[in-house]
């Protein structure tokens, strides 16, 4: 293991390839946490609901159904997912996008979401190099994609990543691994409240709700990564991208305007561009405001 290690650090091409391939294979673990997160907390409310207002009706005896539980199979013939027919993106392409019993077609999302994944993540990787930074970096980038994809589906950022990412935020500024302490406090009190404010506003005004306490809790956390400087940025970048993405998304697939859009995929793209590139972008900002 040290061996690796050491290989890992002296040469950084083992060391992002390692990375690509490991992130790869997270990629196809991101799948299974996007589709059965949700319905696991589904399962979970239903229970809750169910045992207070219900105490003596009879517990759920349905099979368990878990990250690891049942195993995966195809949606359209229940074939049960071979090992070789599991290799993160190469049997999509083997397979030809196409089960091999049924042949019914494979959304093309999944080796999407894998490729995606191990890109960005030796992108983060290559900017910090062989580095605790680097490491967390990568966790921080997985968790996003998972948020990412999680809201676009079902409009929920689920507090099994969202609160997670907060204190692992806090804990690394106790080492000045991004940022200092009292940055990353200040950076999660202030993201939070931000949205938080803006949400009653709205509400107050519109008597309509805006967005969902998951993006409050979502720019906490990454306020407690790139600290409390840096939240600007990632607000004024998020709403950019999703105001642009929202008009075209009205424009070309003739949405209705009063169809929620989510938010958090923005913010959960700018979190990952501020903590790589924060710095530069104000800078760049500075001088343009000052040239």
């Known amino acids: 293991m040290n061996e690796v290690l050491i290989l890992m650090e002296s040469s950084p091409v083992f060391f992002l390839g390692i990375v690509f391939v490991t992130s790869l294979m997270v990629g196809s673990f991101l799948n299974v946490v996007i589709y059965r997160l949700p319905i696991m907390m589904e399962r979970e409310w239903k229970e809750a609901y169910q045992a207070h207002f ?10 368990p159904f878990n990250l690891v539980k049942p195993d995966s199979t195809c949606p359209a013939c229940g074939h049960k997912i071979r090992v ?7 049997s999509w392409l083997i397979l030809r996008g196409k089960c091999s019993q049924c042949h019914a077609p494979i959304s093309v999302r999944y080796p999407a979401v894998e490729l995606l994944t191990a890109v960005i993540s ?16 990568v966790l921080f980038t997985w968790s996003l994609v998972a948020l990412i994809f999680i809201d676009t589906d079902k409009m929920l950022l689920p507090d099994q990543i969202t609160l997670p990412l907060i204190w692992v935020g806090l804990l690394l500024s ?14 999660a009190v ?15 005004v519109t008597g309509k ?21 840096h939240l600007p940025t990632v607000i004024l970048m998020s709403s950019a991208v999703g105001a642009v993405i929202g008009i075209a998304m ?42």
């Open 209 to 229: 709700e805006g967005m969902g306490f998951g993006d409050f809790k979502l720019l906490a956390a990454i306020g407690a990564w790139v600290g409390w400087q």
């Open 122 to 137: 030796t992108i983060t990787a290559s900017h910090f190099g062989f580095s605790t930074e680097a490491f967390f970096a």
């Open 54 to 63: 219900h105490p003596d009706t009879d517990a759920d005896s349905s099979p």
């Open 190 to 204: 202030a993201g939070y409240l931000s949205l938080w404010s803006v949400y009653w506003l709205f509400k107050i």
């Open 250 to 291: 009205l424009k070309f697939q003739k949405k209705d305007q009063s169809q929620p859009i989510p938010f958090g995929p923005y913010l959960a793209i700018a979190g990952w561009i501020t903590l790589l590139y924060g710095e530069t972008l104000a800078n760049a900002y500075w001088q343009w405001v000052l040239a």
């Open 174 to 187: 106790l080492h000045h691994v991004y940022v200092s302490p009292n940055d990353a406090i200040w950076g």
């Open 84 to 90: 070789w027919e599991n290799i993160p993106v190469l």
